[in-house]
């Protein structure tokens, strides 16, 4: 195998496949490898820690058809160690080449027999806008879990909700729903994504106009102009998320979202180790306070157009923040009940809202 | 204690005073925990390979150990030591520090107290120690060794008992003592020692710091320097101050079984959390370890949000750290142990709370475990260790181990090392 490529586009995509390749101590090295393949002028990079895996190709200039196996870690490394312009990459049976200039490395690669087989989903593909797919998985993806003891939390569902594509994920604490409307999708769909995978499909996603998604039984692949991430569906059961839709809410608050994003940066200082902070709501708006009375405090008040009877609930400062921040517009909405029960966010403007990021408070 | 391991043996069946005991794993991973007088007048000495052990000394007994009697003697010599000072360091289970400047006033002098301990060691629990007294715990554990019985030409000679270094003296009774005798000369510093002509304490005193940092580096000749003259001033560290509280366990053979090594998880976690209880505390850093069958180590470490004290709190956070590692090479060494220690009785953190009614999937509720791990603790308390364990702890009855067993490595199925 031997090829010739600009470093820029080549990094690229090594620096995609050594996030995806296999991390895990004492893995199989095959699975920490990047693979690549070249047949006329087309490179296709492969990698995978078996749940998820990347194909991508690149249009580079082949010089010999041929199959490679290398640390997909070590490669990037070295063409990112690369000043820009061409480089060569020429595999001999044990090892591979990398020569750019005057540089040359020469490391040893794995045997490419050992990379497992990797198949896409077999499912029909359907085409959903890069941006606000893009955007519905930021708001989404945020509330799911990273407890691998809590498999199914740590997963998104995605599922047709009255025709349209809707994003579900919570880790118990927080639950965040999206409902895309633009995207028609069969009511039956109901597939549980790892949630890791969703955080390399938004990556991919950003200054795509277009992506395809197929589903099977087993699999779900994100097609992105080309560069596919394929990974495995989660059939744990997925816990009963409507019932908490149905809540009345009889306090609202409207503010400002960057004002309150600004300062719950500050009162985060204060409220270490996702502690609490708390926000008491009154017709004369929202004030904002993190700390121990006795120790340290901090206090910040917020304008706000507020109805409803006063209150203080007190919310996990991350939690809280991420939920602000996944709202679009300028204003947020900030609904309660009382302070021991869930509380909502929402974006301004439109009733219809979207998108909500429900919160359970701190008890303090 | 005096061949702590042995004496309990000893005591509990008398059948063997006399004789040449080995207490270790008889396995062929096998070490020597501990060996009788009569077993170091044939050269069988602690962490020696047992196979080793039996060749010299073919018709000693060996003895697979008891770990969980041990600890359990161990913790009542403990409760002796704290009926005199709260400032309490175990180093071993068979060795402690203790503090008892506070307690001076009461006893009169630290000797008295060293007496009265080693009186009520031998009356109470039936076995004997040995004390050293000193100004600094460098100077009292030398003394504390000096204290001891040994075997001197072939013949037991019995030991002082108690050794006192009074303050002031300690130049005097250290500087005749070989090197050796220093913490932190193993074989090598003891070599580049030896080449500078260092045989005694008191040589090492008098060569000068700057020949020893030339010798051995800064940090240890430093270091060396300042025990030859008797200057230690590090404090007595009780546990509730200690850093960690852990326990590793060698198996019998490698394991490749992801749930056989979540079994051991169990158990191990299980151990870990009743100390971290039994020490008042609760813990928020976890902390698991694993050797490969090459003998390669690692670490993972998990702080969670609220300090947790309960077996399956500890398995809950430590269980996604064993299975991202990938096992299949085999596992030699199964470690756990805890940190960032605060007061159990201290107060709660604010509690978040859950969207869901019912606890989701394997969500341990700390608060629930806390009465379990109570009634527990009682249980083990009257009716000993194995009296209750956990499920995943008791696949099939021939294979209940003990808490934390084989710490010196397992025993051989049919009792042969060779």
């Given at each position: 195998?031997?090829?010739?490529?600009?470093?820029?586009?080549?990094?690229?995509?090594?620096?995609?496949?050594?996030?995806?390749?296999?991390?895990?101590?004492?893995?199989?090295?095959?699975?920490?490898?990047?693979?690549?393949?070249?047949?006329?002028?087309?490179?296709?990079?492969?990698?995978?820690?078996?749940?998820?895996?990347?194909?991508?190709?690149?249009?580079?200039?082949?010089?010999?058809?041929?199959?490679?196996?290398?640390?997909?870690?070590?490669?990037?490394?070295?063409?990112?160690?690369?000043?820009?312009?061409?480089?060569?990459?020429?595999?001999?049976?044990?090892?591979?080449?990398?020569?750019?200039?005057?540089?040359?490395?020469?490391?040893?690669?794995?045997?490419?027999?050992?990379?497992?087989?990797?198949?896409?989903?077999?499912?029909?593909?359907?085409?959903?806008?890069?941006?606000?797919?893009?955007?519905?998985?930021?708001?989404?993806?945020?509330?799911?879990?990273?407890?691998?003891?809590?498999?199914?939390?740590?997963?998104?569902?995605?599922?047709?909700?009255?025709?349209?594509?809707?994003?579900?994920?919570?880790?118990?604490?927080?639950?965040?729903?999206?409902?895309?409307?633009?995207?028609?999708?069969?009511?039956?769909?109901?597939?549980?994504?790892?949630?890791?995978?969703?955080?390399?499909?938004?990556?991919?996603?950003?200054?795509?106009?277009?992506?395809?998604?197929?589903?099977?039984?087993?699999?779900?692949?994100?097609?992105?102009?080309?560069?596919?991430?394929?990974?495995?569906?989660?059939?744990?059961?997925?816990?009963?998320?409507?019932?908490?839709?149905?809540?009345?809410?009889?306090?609202?608050?409207?503010?400002?979202?960057?004002?309150?994003?600004?300062?719950?940066?500050?009162?985060?200082?204060?409220?270490?180790?996702?502690?609490?902070?708390?926000?008491?709501?009154?017709?004369?708006?929202?004030?904002?306070?993190?700390?121990?009375?006795?120790?340290d405090e901090f206090e910040e008040d917020l304008d706000g157009v507020y109805s409803g009877t006063?209150?203080?609930?007190?919310?996990?400062?991350?939690?809280?923040?991420?939920?602000?921040?996944?709202?679009?517009?300028?204003?947020?909405?900030?609904?309660?009940?009382?302070?021991?029960?869930?509380?909502?966010?929402?974006?301004?403007?439109?009733?219809?809202?979207?998108?909500?990021?429900?919160?359970?408070?701190?008890?303090? | 204690?005096?061949?702590?391991?042995?004496?309990?043996?000893?005591?509990?069946?008398?059948?063997?005073?006399?004789?040449?005991?080995?207490?270790?794993?008889?396995?062929?991973?096998?070490?020597?925990?501990?060996?009788?007088?009569?077993?170091?007048?044939?050269?069988?000495?602690?962490?020696?390979?047992?196979?080793?052990?039996?060749?010299?000394?073919?018709?000693?007994?060996?003895?697979?150990?008891?770990?969980?009697?041990?600890?359990?003697?161990?913790?009542?010599?403990?409760?002796?030591?704290?009926?005199?000072?709260?400032?309490?360091?175990?180093?071993?289970?068979?060795?402690?520090?203790?503090?008892?400047?506070?307690?001076l006033r009461g006893y009169g002098s630290a000797v008295t107290i060293a007496d009265e301990i080693?009186?009520?060691?031998?009356?109470?629990?039936?076995?004997?120690?040995?004390?050293?007294?000193?100004?600094?715990?460098?100077?009292?554990?030398?003394?504390?060794?000096?204290?001891?019985?040994?075997?001197?030409?072939?013949?037991?000679?019995?030991?002082?008992?108690?050794?006192?270094?009074?303050?002031?003296?300690?130049?005097?009774?250290?500087?005749?003592?070989?090197?050796?005798?220093?913490?932190?000369?193993?074989?090598?510093?003891?070599?580049?020692?030896?080449?500078?002509?260092?045989?005694?304490?008191?040589?090492?005193?008098?060569?000068?710091?700057?020949?020893?940092?030339?010798?051995?580096?800064?940090?240890?000749?430093?270091?060396?320097?300042?025990?030859?003259?008797?200057?230690?001033?590090?404090?007595?560290?009780?546990?509730?101050?200690?850093?960690?509280?852990?326990?590793?366990?060698?198996?019998?053979?490698?394991?490749?079984?992801?749930?056989?090594?979540?079994?051991?998880?169990?158990?191990?976690?299980?151990?870990?959390?009743?100390?971290?209880?039994?020490?008042?505390?609760?813990?928020?850093?976890?902390?698991?370890?694993?050797?490969?069958?090459?003998?390669?180590?690692?670490?993972?470490?998990?702080?969670?949000?609220?300090?947790?004290?309960?077996?399956?709190?500890?398995?809950?956070?430590?269980?996604?750290?064993?299975?991202?590692?990938?096992?299949?090479?085999?596992?030699?060494?199964?470690?756990?142990?805890a940190a960032q220690f605060e007061a159990a009785d201290g107060p709660a953190g604010p509690v978040?709370?859950?969207?869901?009614?019912?606890?989701?999937?394997?969500?341990?509720?700390?608060?629930?475990?806390?009465?379990?791990?109570?009634?527990?603790?009682?249980?083990?308390?009257?009716?000993?260790?194995?009296?209750?364990?956990?499920?995943?702890?008791?696949?099939?009855?021939?294979?209940?181990?003990?808490?934390?067993?084989?710490?010196?490595?397992?025993?051989?199925?049919?009792?042969?090392?060779?």
């Amino acid at each position: 195998m031997k090829f010739r490529s600009e470093r820029e586009q080549l990094a690229e995509a090594l620096g995609l496949a050594s996030r995806i390749a296999s991390g895990r101590v004492g893995a199989l090295p095959a699975l920490s490898g990047v693979r690549l393949q070249v047949k006329g002028d087309v490179l296709h990079l492969t990698s995978t820690d078996n749940d998820m895996t990347l194909q991508a190709t690149l249009p580079v200039g082949g010089d010999r058809d041929g199959v490679s196996l290398i640390s997909a870690k070590l490669l990037n490394d070295i063409v990112r160690s690369l000043p820009e312009g061409k480089i060569t990459l020429e595999a001999t049976a044990e090892s591979l080449a990398v020569k750019s200039g005057r540089s040359q490395f020469t490391v040893p690669t794995y045997n490419a027999l050992d990379f497992p087989n990797v198949t896409p989903s077999a499912g029909a593909p359907f085409s959903v806008p890069a941006g606000e797919f893009g955007e519905a998985l930021r708001q989404v993806v945020r509330a799911a879990s990273g407890d691998q003891m809590r498999i199914a939390l740590t997963g998104v569902l995605l599922t047709g909700e009255e025709g349209s594509l809707r994003l579900v994920a919570t880790d118990s604490y927080r639950l965040a729903v999206r409902d895309v409307t633009s995207i028609v999708i069969a009511a039956s769909t109901k597939v549980l994504i790892p949630s890791r995978a969703l955080s390399e499909v938004q990556r991919l996603l950003s200054g795509a106009t277009e992506a395809a998604i197929s589903l099977d039984d087993n699999s779900v692949t994100f097609d992105v102009g080309g560069t596919k991430l394929t990974t495995r569906i989660l059939t744990n059961e997925y816990p009963n998320y409507k019932n908490l839709l149905s809540g009345t809410y009889p306090n609202a608050i409207t503010t400002g979202r960057d004002a309150l994003l600004d300062a719950l940066r500050r009162a985060r200082i204060l409220a270490k180790d996702q502690g609490p902070v708390r926000l008491a709501m009154t017709g004369n708006g929202l004030k904002l306070t993190a700390g121990t009375k006795d120790n340290d405090e901090f206090e910040e008040d917020l304008d706000g157009v507020y109805s409803g009877t006063d209150i203080t609930i007190a919310f996990n400062s991350d939690y809280l923040a991420a939920g602000i921040d996944a709202i679009p517009t300028d204003d947020v909405i900030i609904k309660t009940i009382d302070p021991a029960r869930p509380a909502v966010i929402t974006a301004s403007g439109d009733t219809d809202s979207e998108y909500l990021y429900l919160l359970m408070p701190q008890r303090i | 204690m005096d061949m702590f391991y042995v004496a309990v043996e000893l005591r509990d069946d008398p059948g063997l005073r006399g004789l040449p005991i080995v207490v270790g794993g008889d396995g062929p991973r096998g070490v020597v925990a501990a060996a009788s007088y009569e077993a170091r007048k044939f050269g069988v000495f602690s962490a020696m390979s047992s196979s080793r052990a039996r060749r010299l000394c073919p018709n000693a007994v060996f003895l697979p150990g008891r770990p969980a009697v041990y600890r359990e003697v161990s913790a009542k010599v403990h409760k002796i030591f704290r009926s005199y000072t709260p400032l309490v360091e175990g180093i071993a289970l068979d060795e402690a520090f203790l503090d008892v400047s506070g307690a001076l006033r009461g006893y009169g002098s630290a000797v008295t107290i060293a007496d009265e301990i080693r009186a009520r060691v031998a009356q109470e629990i039936g076995i004997t120690c040995s004390v050293g007294v000193a100004a600094n715990k460098f100077v009292a554990k030398i003394a504390s060794k000096a204290a001891k019985p040994r075997v001197i030409a072939g013949s037991i000679d019995p030991g002082e008992g108690v050794v006192v270094v009074e303050p002031g003296r300690e130049v005097e009774f250290l500087h005749p003592l070989p090197v050796r005798a220093l913490w932190g000369v193993g074989p090598a510093t003891h070599a580049r020692l030896d080449r500078i002509g260092v045989k005694t304490v008191g040589d090492l005193a008098m060569i000068g710091v700057e020949h020893l940092v030339t010798a051995l580096g800064d940090a240890s000749g430093r270091h060396l320097f300042d025990l030859a003259w008797g200057h230690d001033d590090r404090a007595v560290e009780s546990e509730r101050e200690a850093k960690s509280i852990g326990h590793e366990e060698t198996f019998t053979e490698d394991v490749a079984d992801i749930v056989e090594l979540r079994r051991h998880l169990v158990r191990l976690c299980d151990a870990v959390a009743t100390r971290v209880r039994a020490n008042g505390t609760r813990a928020r850093t976890l902390t698991l370890k694993i050797k490969f069958s090459n003998f390669r180590s690692i670490t993972r470490s998990i702080t969670v949000d609220t300090a947790r004290s309960s077996g399956p709190g500890f398995t809950e956070a430590l269980g996604p750290l064993l299975s991202a590692i990938d096992v299949h090479q085999g596992v030699r060494l199964l470690g756990v142990s805890a940190a960032q220690f605060e007061a159990a009785d201290g107060p709660a953190g604010p509690v978040q709370g859950s969207l869901f009614d019912e606890p989701a999937e394997g969500r341990v509720d700390e608060a629930t475990w806390a009465n379990a791990s109570g009634v527990m603790d009682e249980i083990r308390r009257k009716f000993g260790a194995d009296a209750i364990r956990t499920l995943a702890a008791l696949r099939d009855v021939e294979d209940l181990g003990e808490i934390g067993e084989n710490p010196w490595g397992p025993s051989s199925p049919n009792g042969d090392t060779r």
